[in-house]
């Protein structure tokens, strides 16, 4: 689960050169902990927002106090830093180079962020992230509950993957009502858009939504008519309200469509979607039994398998996926599409 102590082992593996946590890890925690929410029939409040920028708006002293808390030497830090703040930037395209360049500039400030491509930057954003969270918990927010097989106290501050972060929040206390919870909420929000504004980064509303989940007492989920509210981002002093969605409604996080419900009717319709297009791809293409068997294996079922890890679905539903995949391209790679799915 994404808490503090978690972000700062993922920053130290990403310097380390080690393998960190697949953004389809991070969708089914956010799923776990959906379906112990549900399962609890507990109540909170689940804030997805997306960075603007990210590496391109990070501060410079931010970065360099990071990686020093992490013990990065600081000659190796201010040579990344130097060259970022003193080279000559322009931009390529399919045209050719720019003939306009930016930085570096002797007579204002120098360029910030830690530019797309810089192999660091990565792993500085979660050296950020890991302080950013632990702030958090220090403030207190997060959905604290008790794991259901270790039975061991947790307490989870948000899930997130790059610039993308779902922050959780919930209270138990038999006097506090979802108005209360609400109230909390933006708060939360708002302590999470200003730590993030001192990084030099910001929150962009129109990317940014949220879920209040609370069963009422005829076991069905409260909706937005019965119990009203609203969060707003501060936006740079200029306010903007996020979208509030119902729990049955799902959006597309890393690549996966999810909801607060739990039921992934939206998922398996998009994977019917890809599949119908891929089977079109492949059915429309002159290619040899060779390359058909390597579109089917390393592109269409890789495809289809990213999801899995963070979904539940039937045999059926599988089959039905698969289905018009199989049938466009079997006949291509020269194997018998009516063979029995054990011998194909």
Not at 78 to 98: P, V
Not at 101 to 109: K, L
Not at 156 to 166: A, E
Not at 315 to 330: F, T
């Amino acid at each position: 689960m994404w808490n503090g102590e978690r972000a700062k082992a993922l920053a130290r593996d990403n310097l380390g050169g080690r393998k960190g946590m697949r953004a389809v890890e991070v969708n089914q925690n956010w799923t776990l902990a959906n379906d112990h929410i549900r399962g609890r029939r507990a109540r909170a409040v689940i804030i997805s927002n997306d960075a603007k920028g990210c590496f391109d708006r990070i501060a410079h002293v931010v970065a360099i106090l990071a990686l020093r808390h992490l013990g990065i030497p600081r000659p190796a830090i201010m040579s990344m830093i130097t060259t970022i703040q003193q080279m000559q930037h322009y931009i390529r395209t399919a045209f050719g180079e720019s003939e306009r360049s930016c930085g570096p500039n002797p007579s204002g400030p120098p360029p910030q962020g830690l530019i797309q491509g810089n192999g660091a930057a990565p792993a500085a954003w979660s050296a950020i992230t890991a302080i950013l969270v632990d702030c958090m918990k220090g403030e207190g927010y997060g959905y604290e509950a008790w794991a259901p097989i270790s039975q061991r106290a947790m307490t989870l501050v948000c899930f997130g993957f790059v610039d993308d972060t779902d922050l959780t929040l919930n209270n138990d206390a038999p006097g506090v009502t979802s108005a209360d919870l609400i109230d909390e909420a933006q708060l939360e929000l708002s302590t999470w858009e200003g730590l993030l504004s001192a990084t030099g980064g910001a929150l962009a509303p129109e990317k940014s939504y949220w879920y209040l989940v609370e069963v009422g007492p005829d076991g069905k989920y409260i909706s937005k008519a019965k119990q009203p509210g609203s969060l707003f981002l501060f936006n740079n002093g200029q306010p903007a309200t996020i979208e509030r969605l119902e729990v049955t409604e799902a959006r597309e996080t890393l690549g996966i469509w999810s909801r607060p419900d739990g039921l992934m009717i939206d998922e398996l319709n998009a994977l019917k979607s890809k599949a119908l297009k891929l089977a079109d791809a492949v059915r429309t293409k002159c290619i040899n039994p060779t390359e058909a068997w390597y579109s089917i294996n390393h592109t269409i079922m890789k495809t289809i398998e990213y999801p899995l890890a963070a979904t539940s679905m039937s045999k059926k539903d599988m089959q039905d996926i698969m289905r018009p995949i199989l049938q466009a391209a079997l006949p291509k790679a020269r194997i018998q599409k009516h063979f029995p799915r054990k011998l194909v």
